[in-house]
């Protein structure tokens, strides 16, 4: 890939992280994205009318979306949210972002919709204490998540001076900006769901240019990288003409905290969607079960590069760089999917286009994250392969990964949903 390819791709992605502030905003991105290349949305309350050849999306409580190419019975999905750094949310330029419940009156009827609500200005502040009144917190600052995070929006006096606040007491100035911003009044505001964001833009830097800092890279590079993929390999009707499978991508909401939502991984979204799309085709009950056996899902979910000053916290012979590529992750207790045949089939593919690979083992005297790469492949009985993007600050309100990883990344879904009919046809296993 050119330069100026990579730039692209890096300045395509810097827009996308920018426009998602929530996973709210995330979907409504990637459905403008979907929808921008002739995906069409179908609502899981409705009967689907799907036809092979044609591109589809759909959203579950807006804040999870699934995408799929047909070509016939065949799927793959991929997918995306916990524990963050809390200390690194302190002395931070914050704002609010997230979607509002509206009532609207027209001609005598009442209706009710979502609409998704993001101040741009910094509006509230988490301030440190003083050294001064705190001598010994360089010997470990522990944060209180109860009392100490509480953001800083206004001082009484303040608000007590404004009349159109003092009246409605001090919560009605964070909603009257969220009315303004939406262009209503505050008693039409029904309900809320709000999250804390920084203000502060995504922005390539480093002397080189070679990083990416930003929140949220966990997990909007992953999604971001494979939606394009996802795009980019079924944008002209060429490219699935000899596509024997559905490529497919499902972004997760609240992986973080579990997946355990109508919306998360844990939740019937994926398997429903499989079912409908095969049924969609054929009246055969055991076509689910076979094309389901004959998938591949790609959990993609960012991974730790070593940490230069941490050096200690990666087991010796695994040690993920930035620049490395995508790394495939291991565990022998099922926190990740991975086996050998799902790891084969990735470092084939990315062999084949020349594209750097890493992997990744926990230490043994070390906890082991996961994913929801085990759920699915335990829930929908899909081989499963737990892959990601290299990246440091884990889960800080400010995280940084490689420009060169964002292009890796893409390249490898890309080939992944171009070239994984064919080489699987080649494999066995269950003989």
């Not at 972002?97 to 509006?123: D, N, Q």
Request: glycine share 6%.
């Amino acid at each position: 890939m050119a330069d100026t390819e990579v730039s692209s791709v890096v300045s395509d992605f810097i827009g996308f992280l920018n426009a998602s502030p929530t996973a709210f905003h995330a979907v409504d991105e990637a459905k403008k994205r979907l929808q921008k290349v002739g995906y069409e949305q179908v609502i899981e309350r409705e009967d689907w009318k799907l036809e092979a050849g044609k591109r589809y999306f759909f959203t579950r409580n807006h804040s999870t979306i699934v995408a799929f190419a047909i070509a016939d019975y065949l799927e793959v999905g991929v997918q995306t949210y916990g524990g963050g750094l809390w200390h690194t949310w302190f002395d931070r330029d914050l704002t609010v972002a997230g979607r509002v419940m509206i009532r609207e009156e027209k001609g005598g009827s009442v209706s009710y919709s979502h609409r998704l609500v993001r101040i741009e200005e910094p509006i509230m502040r988490v301030p440190t204490l003083a050294i001064h009144l705190d001598r010994g917190v360089n010997d470990g600052f522990k944060v209180n998540t109860q009392s100490h995070l509480l953001p800083v929006l206004a001082t009484s006096v303040k608000v007590e001076l404004n009349k159109e606040f003092a009246e409605n007491g001090h919560h009605a100035i964070l909603t009257q900006m969220i009315a303004n911003k939406l262009g209503c009044q505050p008693d039409q505001i029904c309900d809320f769901e709000l999250q804390a964001c920084d203000t502060q833009p995504s922005i390539v830097a480093g002397a080189a240019k070679e990083f990416i800092f930003s929140g949220r890279l966990d997990n909007l590079c992953m999604s971001f990288c494979s939606l394009k993929a996802l795009i980019d390999a079924t944008s002209s009707e060429s490219d699935l003409e000899n596509e024997s499978g559905v490529r497919m991508v499902a972004l997760f909401d609240h992986e973080e905290v579990g997946s355990n939502s109508a919306q998360g991984a844990g939740s019937p979204a994926m398997l429903d969607a499989l079912s409908r799309i095969t049924n969609s085709f054929t009246s055969d009950s055991k076509m689910l079960t076979k094309a389901i056996q004959r998938s591949f899902l790609v959990s993609a979910d960012m991974a730790h590069a070593l940490h230069p000053n941490y050096m200690d916290k990666h087991e010796e012979n695994h040690q993920p760089k930035l620049h490395g590529g995508l790394v495939i992750k291991h565990n022998a207790n099922q926190r990740y999917a991975t086996n050998a045949v799902t790891s084969f089939i990735f470092r084939e593919i990315a062999m084949k286009h020349n594209l750097p690979i890493q992997d990744f083992v926990v230490r043994n005297d070390m906890p082991c994250g996961s994913t929801i790469g085990p759920i699915l492949a335990s829930g929908v009985g899909i081989r499963t392969i737990d892959v990601g993007a290299p990246q440091l600050s884990m889960h800080s309100i400010r995280e940084m990964c490689a420009v060169d990883d964002v292009k890796h990344s893409y390249e490898h879904f890309k080939a992944f949903f171009q070239e994984f009919s064919l080489l699987d046809a080649k494999i066995t296993v269950d003989t």
